[in-house]
């Protein structure tokens, strides 16, 4: 019998983050749940164990160092070693009116917390992981990105992709720009690494506004977490297909 690959997924408490433990773990992996907060962490791990995951609880506030160092060493000690890493938490930053940030008016600190979490967080837990990733046979990491941080989709009028957002898309933009860097320092090893979209989801993070389910936003994570070696890397996914950047 094959032995079961280790996931981690950060934020993976609620919405898309535990839609992807939950999907990964159906598949068979052993799933690290990381999540910032005790309680909301100790409930997903039960959740998951219920739905005949095989589930652990990660500690992991994607800012802060001791945090992360932490649960490096938590999956070193539980699971001997990690396949896949998603990196899923991320926030929108506060919102004005009509749910977007507007460039003129905008508040600094909600630039540094948005990019502290979505993209600083992101290099933070990636490279804590990298010596037990280097480890597996299949590393993959997958960072789950927006569309609404496509440079291209920003700059075609003819695309509507919501109202000016100018923390969050921009975190997002920047999030692609540093995956891209791992994919060419990884060219050549067995770690694929990829960014994903799921969409416009009904999550606590749209407000519930969003046609799609947490299930159905996991998808391309599940995928691009599951790919087979010599797949894609460097890439940016949705349902579809890829994405600009
Ligand atoms: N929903 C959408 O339509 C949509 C569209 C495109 C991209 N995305 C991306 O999808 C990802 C998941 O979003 P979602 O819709 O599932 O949002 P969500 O329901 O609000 O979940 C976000 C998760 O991230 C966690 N998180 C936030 N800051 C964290 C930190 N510093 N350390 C650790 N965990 C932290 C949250 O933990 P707490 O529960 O403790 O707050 C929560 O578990 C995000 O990266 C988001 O940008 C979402």
């Avoid at 940030?101 to 600190?109: A, C, E, I, N, V």
């Avoid at 046609?211 to 996914?237: K, N, Y």
Wanted: proline share 6%.
């Amino acid at each position: 019998m094959s032995k079961a690959k280790i996931a981690l997924i950060t934020g993976a408490n609620k919405g898309i983050g535990y839609a992807i433990a939950a999907g990964l773990g159906t598949l068979g992996h052993r799933v690290g749940v990381g999540a910032r907060d005790e309680t909301r962490l100790g409930e997903a791990v039960e959740k998951l164990r219920a739905a005949g995951v095989d589930a652990f609880g990660v500690p992991l506030d994607v800012t802060s160092r001791r945090s992360v160092t932490e649960a490096a060493e938590l999956v070193e000690l539980e699971a001997g070693g990690l396949d896949v890493l998603v990196n899923n938490a991320g926030i929108p930053g506060e919102m004005g009116p009509g749910w977007a940030q507007d460039p003129t008016s905008l508040d600094l600190d909600v630039v540094r917390t948005v990019v502290e979490t979505n993209v600083l967080g992101v290099i933070q837990v990636t490279n804590a992981m990298l010596p037990l990733l280097r480890r597996s046979g299949s590393p993959r990491i997958v960072n789950v990105s927006s569309g609404v941080g496509s440079l291209t989709r920003q700059a075609d009028p003819g695309i509507d992709i919501g109202p000016v957002m100018a923390a969050y898309a921009p975190s997002k933009t920047f999030l692609n720009a540093v995956t891209v860097q791992y994919a060419r320092h990884f060219a050549g090893t067995d770690i694929l690494i990829n960014a994903a979209c799921p969409g416009l989801v009904a999550t606590d993070f749209t407000g519930f506004h969003g046609s799609r389910t947490p299930e159905q936003g996991a998808a391309t994570a599940i995928r691009l977490a599951t790919l087979p070696d010599g797949g894609p890397t460097g890439s940016f996914f949705e349902d579809d297909g890829t994405i600009p950047w």
